[in-house]
C-alpha cells in the first residue's frame, strides 16, 4: 500500500491503541490458568493476533464478544500436545515469550514465522537449552523445542533483549520449587520485565527483583482474573509527535501512572523542542524511529545506546538515515550511538521507503505531515497500529491510501 501525505496540521482528541506489550504478557497468563479469565481493551494488531492463534494452536481457548472482550480459557501446557506448528508470523515478543513455554509441552513443539523474524537472533536461548540438556532444533522448517525446564538457577545477560527475560520467566514460573535468574549487568529494557513481573502478579505468580540483578520466581497457580489492557505509550508517542510541529493533538486512555518505559518520551520531547539533546535510548529502542524525526525537524541530538536497533524489524538507525536523507537531513551511525542534525527539512526527492517496519512509517509520516510525499509499504503499520492512517485523517491530516496491488 502507498500512502499520499499532504501537508497539514494535527488537532484534536484521539485514543491510543492499548500496549501491545502488556496484551501479549495478559493472553499468556491466561493461557496458564486453570479456568477463564477475561481481558478488556485488546487492539488487535498482527503482532497480537499472533500470539492469540499460537495459543489457539497449543489448545487454549480464545473467544471474542462483539464488544472486543477476550475470553480465555487456560490449560495445562505440560498435556499440552499441538497438532500443527505455531506461526508467529513477524512478532519478535511471540517468538521469544513462547519457545521456553512450548518446551514444557508434552510433546516437541514447532514454531515458524517469517523469513526476517526467524533471522533475527535466538542465540541466548540456544545457549541456554544446550547446559540445560534440552532440545533446540533449528532449520528451515523453524525451531523444534523439548524437553522441560526445570527450577534453579540461571544466569543471563541483562543487555540482551528482555523479550527473552520474560519468556524463561514464564517457563520457570511454571516450575515446582524455586527459580533464580542472575542477570549479568548492565540490564537493558528493565521496564518490559518490569511489565512481566507484573502481569504474572496479577495472575497470581509471586515474581520479584530481589535485588537490581537478580529475580526470584515462585511456584504457584495461575489464577484466573478479568483485566483491561492500558494505553500504548510506544503508539501514542507517534500522535504526541506531531504536537512538537505545531498541533494540537490530546492523546486519550493513558495510564498516568504506568510502568511502560516508552512513556519516558514525555520528557524527551520538551528537550527536543528546547534544543540540541543527548539521551541514552538503551531502555526504550522502540521510540528510536521518532526521536531521530523530531530531532532532524528541531535542533538534532545524539543518541546513546542504539547498538540493537540493528535487529529490530529493520537495521532502524540505517534505515531512518537513508529516509531522512529525501527530505535533506543528516544521520551518523557510530558504535552504539547515532546523531542528528537539525535541518531545513523539505519534500522527499522519492518516495520512502517503509522497510516493512511499522515505526519507520510512522516517525517519516510524521514529518511528511509538514513536507508532503508518500511512503511505499505504508500497510506495515499494520503490525502495531492498524489505525494510524485513519487516527491521522481523524485529527485532520489529509492521508490519501492507494493499493498498489491493483
Known amino acids: 500500500m502507498r500512502v499520499k501525505i499532504e501537508p497539514s496540521r494535527a488537532t484534536g482528541r484521539i485514543v491510543a491503541p492499548t500496549s501491545k ?36 494452536a497449543l ?46 509441552a508434552a510433546a516437541p513443539v514447532t514454531l515458524t514465522g517469517s523469513e526476517k523474524l526467524l533471522s533475527r537472533p535466538l542465540s541466548v536461548y540456544e545457549e541456554i537449552f544446550s547446559k540445560e540438556g534440552l532440545s533446540f532444533v533449528r532449520d528451515d522448517g523453524g525451531i523444534t523445542v523439548s524437553g522441560g525446564f526445570h527450577s534453579g538457577e540461571y544466569t543471563v ?50 515474581a520479584r527483583f530481589l535485588d537490581q540483578f537478580t529475580i526470584g520466581i515462585e511456584s504457584g497457580r495461575y ?38 518505559g516508552d512513556s519516558v518520551y514525555r520528557k524527551i520531547f520538551p528537550k527536543i523542542n528546547k534544543g540540541f539533546v543527548t539521551e541514552d535510548i538503551s531502555d526504550c529502542p522502540d521510540l528510536a524511529p521518532i526521536l531521530f524525526a523530531l530531532s532532524a525537524a528541531r535542533h538534532g541530538g545524539r543518541f546513546l545506546g542504539t547498538d540493537r536497533l540493528k535487529i529490530k524489524e529493520s537495521d532502524r538507525a540505517e534505515a531512518m538515515r537513508s529516509e531522512l536523507l529525501k527530505l535533506g537531513a543528516e544521520l551518523t551511525v557510530g558504535d552504539n550511538e547515532v546523531t542528528v542534525a537539525g535541518s531545513a527539512l523539505h519534500a522527499p526527492t522519492s518516495p520512502i521507503c517503509s522497510h516493512n517496519d511499522h515505526r519507520i512509517v510512522m516517525a517519516m509520516a510524521t514529518l511528511l505531515t509538514q513536507v508532503g510525499g508518500e511512503i511505499e509499504g505504508a500497510e506495515a503499520v499494520a503490525k502495531s497500529y492498524p489505525d494510524y492512517f485513519s487516527h491521522l485523517r481523524a485529527l485532520g491530516i489529509k492521508v490519501i491510501e492507494y493499493d498498489t496491488d491493483k
Open 223 to 260: 489464577q484466573p482474573r478479568e483485566v483491561t489492557v492500558e494505553g500504548d505509550y510506544s503508539a501514542s508517542a507517534f500522535l504526541e509527535a506531531l504536537n512538537l510541529l505545531g498541533g494540537e493533538v490530546e492523546v486519550l486512555g493513558m495510564n498516568e501512572n504506568t510502568k511502560q
Open 21 to 56: 506489550s502488556i496484551a501479549h504478557r495478559m493472553l499468556i497468563c491466561a493461557s496458564l490458568c486453570e479456568g477463564e479469565s477475561h481481558i478488556s481493551g485488546i487492539t488487535e494488531c498482527a503482532d497480537v493476533i499472533a500470539t492469540r492463534e499460537c495459543l489457539r
Open 59 to 104: 489448545g487454549v481457548k480464545v473467544d471474542i464478544d462483539s464488544r472486543g472482550v477476550y475470553t480465555v480459557r487456560g490449560i495445562n501446557i505440560r498435556r499440552a500436545f499441538p497438532r500443527e506448528s505455531l506461526f508467529a508470523n513477524e512478532s519478535g515478543s511471540t517468538l521469544r515469550f513462547l519457545i521456553p513455554l512450548c518446551a514444557m
Open 157 to 206: 545477560r541483562g543487555d540482551i533483549s528482555s523479550q527473552f527475560i520474560t519468556g524463561l520467566l514464564f517457563a520457570l514460573s511454571l516450575c515446582e520449587g524455586r527459580s533464580i535468574i542472575h542477570l549479568i549487568p548492565p540490564v537493558e529494557s528493565r521496564s518490559y520485565i518490569d511489565l512481566t513481573l507484573d502481569a504474572m502478579q496479577l495472575f497470581g505468580i509471586h
